[in-house]
């Protein structure tokens, strides 16, 4: 598939060592500048010359971005954090080991050691005609390739589509949806903080982007609040291999149980739509009941209604409303085989 | 003169202006090709921020020396050090990050060399295949590991896995296989000879435990 063609075409590499200098040079460029993180994303566009940015700012020489730190609400993870470190890190394992366990899930062992959180919620989706730099919506274009009769959409959405049936891939994401994390970003205007669930915006928002960052916009923070510190948690990540695939599709939950009763729940799937679902019909319907088979059975009914298969795909419903299912009762954990 | 002597002075003529003109041509080429790569300079120059665009000819630290070498922006480090520093022990498989055969260590951490830009690591130390053995020649126990239990078939992967499997046991000298696997399973090898690659790194691992006591 991939084809060795050389190197990549020229851009210009801007490489900031601070925030404000980073925030500079992104007001200056504008759409111009292509925002490098770990680069594992941006490297297939621009070895493929589907992306043509005339600058890159490359972001790790930018300390500041790095690190997880504690802090009176919880925890800040800088957006330029590994994903190693993060799912190596004592404080995420013992309080939020859903994002340890999702980040330690992500690609292979030297991805991690290179991608960051921020790259891993920030990357684009992997719908190959997209990436082959097809014309369709998400590119700018009027047609969707995959959603057709003979179109290739194994792996593409069941909910929610809307013109594009592109997924988003990213593995931390629920995970931090599930957790109640907030996104710090920064532009000229200064700094405005969302909700995970918010960061992440489908086709009927906008069909170009996956995120709500627009050219300007640096996302530099994480922020975890205390709230789920040492909750149930659950996460599981589908894939064809167990190294390298994206998800098709991966379910993560947080829960606070009293006894027997669900007190507080939060649940998210990615790999469904062009975002990453926070299935808030599910926590609506199961909080206050016993955690149990036939309430986690409802649980994944409803998390599956209006679901639409496309003509490879209708896997993926009985695959939701199981991974769903799980997430709330939970099953003995599946070992790693090599 | 005559008629003859006048045509033999004229080709002579000819002759001589040709070669300055080819000449004239050799040198304007070059003038016009830096002139325009120096205008480009200067138009960028032009827009730069405070971040400046940096060297192109820089110094990065390979396997323990300081290298000079000219690097362009979009270079990457498996291109620089194939193709730039003659170290092509470092192999490209996919050029994607998908294979790991360009894996080579950056401050001990293992990386794919295809998916890092060259001005990127210029303040890092960079490890490849070619700076494991002792500079008399002495194999890195990890290598020794392979030789002594014939780890690999094709072997092209083989740099790559190694430097993989000396990165994870950095930081886990006492792996059991299972972890062993997970640790180095950022790579592949088109010979699926998975098992005789492990077999030779738990060797390795032994290897590295004793010398680190010895």
Same mark, same amino acid.
């Given at each position: 598939?991939?084809?060795?063609?050389?190197?990549?075409?020229?851009?210009?590499?801007?490489?900031?060592t601070?925030?404000?200098?980073?925030?500079?040079?992104?007001?200056?460029?504008?759409?111009?500048?292509?925002?490098?993180?770990?680069?594992?994303?941006?490297?297939?566009?621009?070895?493929?010359?589907?992306?043509?940015?005339?600058?890159?700012?490359d972001?790790?020489?930018?300390?500041?971005?790095?690190?997880?730190?504690?802090?009176?609400?919880?925890?800040?993870?800088?957006?330029?954090?590994?994903?190693?470190?993060?799912?190596?890190?004592?404080?995420?394992?013992?309080?939020?080991?859903?994002?340890?366990?999702?980040?330690?899930?992500?690609?292979?062992?030297?991805?991690?050691?290179?991608?960051?959180?921020?790259?891993?919620?920030s990357?684009?989706?992997?719908c190959?005609?997209?990436?082959?730099?097809?014309?369709?919506? /998400?590119a700018?274009? @009027?047609?969707c390739? %995959?959603?057709?009769?003979v179109g290739?959409?194994? #792996?593409h +959405? $069941?909910?929610h589509?809307?013109?594009?049936?592109?997924?988003?891939?990213?593995d931390?994401?629920?995970?931090?949806?599930?957790?109640?994390?907030?996104?710090?970003?920064?532009?000229?205007?200064?700094?405005?903080?969302?909700?995970?669930?918010?960061?992440?915006?489908?086709?009927?928002?906008?069909?170009?982007?996956?995120?709500?960052?627009?050219?300007?916009?640096l996302?530099?923070?994480?922020?975890?609040?205390?709230?789920?510190?040492?909750?149930?948690?659950?996460?599981?990540?589908?894939?064809?291999?167990?190294?390298?695939?994206f998800?098709?599709?991966?379910?993560?939950?947080?829960?606070?149980?009293?006894?027997?009763?669900?007190?507080?729940? /939060?649940?998210?799937? @990615?790999?469904?739509? %062009?975002?990453?679902?926070?299935?808030?019909?599910? #926590?609506? +319907? $199961?909080r206050?009941?016993?955690?149990?088979?036939?309430?986690?059975?409802?649980?994944?009914?409803?998390?599956?209604?209006?679901?639409?298969?496309?003509?490879?795909?209708?896997?993926?419903?009985?695959?939701?409303?199981?991974?769903?299912?799980?997430?709330?009762?939970?099953?003995?954990?599946?070992t790693?085989?090599? | 003169?005559?008629?003859?002597?006048?045509?033999?002075?004229?080709t002579?003529?000819k002759?001589?202006?040709?070669?300055?003109?080819?000449?004239g041509?050799?040198?304007?080429?070059?003038?016009?090709?830096?002139?325009?790569?120096?205008f480009?300079a200067?138009?960028?120059?032009?827009?730069?921020?405070s971040?400046?665009?940096?060297?192109?000819?820089i110094?990065?630290?390979?396997?323990?020396q300081?290298?000079?070498?000219?690097?362009?922006?979009?270079?990457?480090l498996?291109?620089?050090?194939?193709?730039?520093?003659?170290?092509?022990?470092?192999?490209?498989?996919?050029?994607?990050?998908?294979?790991?055969?360009?894996?080579?260590?950056?401050?001990?951490?293992p990386?794919?060399?295809?998916?890092?830009?060259?001005?990127t690591?210029?303040?890092?130390?960079?490890?490849?295949?070619?700076?494991?053995?002792?500079?008399?020649?002495?194999?890195?126990?990890?290598?020794?590991?392979?030789?002594?239990?014939?780890?690999?078939?094709c072997?092209?992967?083989?740099?790559?896995?190694?430097?993989?499997?000396?990165?994870?046991?950095?930081?886990?000298?006492n792996?059991?296989?299972?972890?062993?696997?997970?640790?180095?399973s950022?790579?592949?090898?088109?010979c699926?000879?998975y098992?005789?690659?492990?077999?030779?790194?738990?060797?390795?691992?032994?290897?590295?435990r004793?010398?680190?006591?010895?």
């Open positions: 598939m991939a084809v060795i063609r050389d190197v990549m075409p020229a851009f210009q590499l801007l490489q900031p601070s925030i404000a200098d980073a925030q500079k040079i992104l007001d200056q460029y504008g759409p111009d500048a292509w925002v490098l993180a770990g680069g594992l994303d941006s490297f297939d566009w621009l070895k493929d010359r589907i992306k043509k940015p005339n600058t890159v700012v972001l790790s020489g930018v300390e500041e971005l790095k690190g997880i730190r504690e802090t009176g609400q919880g925890l800040e993870i800088g957006a330029m954090t590994t994903l190693t470190e993060i799912a190596q890190h004592p404080l995420i394992k013992a309080k939020y080991s859903l994002l340890a366990q999702s980040a330690e899930l992500v690609a292979s062992p030297q991805i991690r050691n290179q991608g960051t959180i921020g790259g891993n919620v990357q684009d989706t992997r190959w005609y997209y990436r082959a730099g097809w014309p369709c919506y /998400r700018g274009g @009027n047609i390739y %995959a959603d057709t009769p290739r959409n194994r #792996e +959405a $069941i909910l589509a809307e013109r594009c049936v592109a997924v988003n891939p990213s931390t994401a629920p995970a931090l949806i599930a957790l109640d994390a907030k996104f710090v970003i920064r532009n000229r205007k200064g700094e405005r903080v969302v909700n995970a669930e918010d960061y992440f915006v489908g086709p009927e928002i906008d069909i170009t982007r996956l995120t709500v960052l627009q050219p300007g916009d996302l530099t923070a994480v922020r975890i609040p205390a709230t789920w510190a040492g909750a149930q948690f659950y996460f599981e990540k589908v894939r064809d291999r167990n190294v390298w695939d998800p098709l599709m991966n379910v993560a939950s947080a829960m606070v149980l009293s006894g027997d009763t669900i007190q507080q729940v /939060r649940v998210a799937v @990615n790999g469904a739509a %062009a975002r990453p679902l926070r299935l808030k019909a599910v #926590e609506n +319907a $199961i206050g009941k016993q955690r149990s088979i036939a309430t986690a059975e409802m649980a994944g009914n409803l998390a599956v209604q209006g679901a639409v298969p496309l003509q490879f795909n209708a896997y993926k419903i009985p695959l939701m409303r199981n991974l769903v299912k799980r997430s709330i009762t939970g099953v003995q954990e599946a790693w085989a090599s | 003169m005559s008629e003859a002597d006048k045509q033999v002075s004229e002579a003529a002759r001589v202006s040709r070669r300055a003109f080819i000449k041509v050799i040198t304007s080429g070059v003038a016009v090709s830096s002139t325009s790569y120096l480009r200067s138009t960028l120059a032009g827009q730069r921020s971040a400046g665009l940096g060297e192109r000819l110094t990065l630290n390979v396997n323990g300081q290298r000079r070498v000219d690097v362009v922006k979009q270079e990457t498996a291109w620089t050090l194939r193709y730039k520093l003659g170290l092509t022990g470092t192999k490209l498989g996919c050029d994607r990050a998908e294979c790991g055969s360009c894996t080579v260590l950056i401050d001990d951490v990386y794919y060399a295809c998916s890092v830009l060259t001005h690591v210029r303040d890092k130390k960079v490890l490849t295949i070619e700076g494991l053995a002792s500079p008399h020649g002495k194999l890195h126990p990890v290598q020794q590991g392979v030789v002594d239990e014939q780890g690999f078939q072997a092209y992967c083989m740099p790559g896995f190694v430097m993989a499997a000396v990165g994870f046991l950095k930081t886990n000298p792996p059991t296989r299972a972890e062993l696997a997970h640790g180095i950022g790579n592949l090898c088109r699926q000879d098992d005789k690659i492990l077999t030779a790194f738990m060797r390795g691992a032994e290897y590295m004793r010398s680190s006591r010895a």
